[in-house]
């Protein structure tokens, strides 16, 4: 069974941080891309950060310099390394699986809360 399971938020203060964890039940190698989203109340969903099979990455521009994404392919995991979480962070993250195929899958969600 394809599955995404994520794991490692909370509630944190303002200027904190926390890593969140995806951990998948496939082989990871392989795929294109990996990524975090997230969607705050009211609004839609956004990606965050994605890492490529080769390795490059890309960031929403409120997060650069703050929030790293990497790949564990050999734990089959995909972390998300925040810090100096801003109140504006708060969300529930998601982990987005892109296959070959054009198809994807998502995790349940993981809720970061960041109190000012």
């Known amino acids: 069974q394809v599955q995404l399971v994520e794991s490692g938020g909370g509630l944190v203060q303002a200027g904190g941080s926390l890593r969140l964890s995806c951990a998948a039940s496939?082989?990871?190698?392989?795929?294109?891309?990996m990524a975090w989203y997230r969607q705050a109340p009211r609004n839609q969903r956004e990606l965050v950060a994605v890492?490529?099979?080769?390795?490059?990455?890309n960031y929403e521009d409120s997060v650069k310099g703050r929030f790293t994404i990497s790949r564990d392919n050999a734990k089959n995991t995909v972390y998300l390394q925040m810090n100096s979480l801003k109140p504006e962070d708060t969300a529930v993250y998601y982990c987005?699986?892109?296959?070959?195929?054009?198809?994807?899958?998502w995790g349940q969600g993981t809720q970061v809360t960041v109190s000012s």
């Open positions: 987005n699986a892109r296959f070959l195929s054009g198809s994807s899958t």
């Open positions: 496939f082989s990871i190698s392989s795929i294109p891309s």
């Open positions: 890492i490529f099979s080769g390795g490059g990455r």
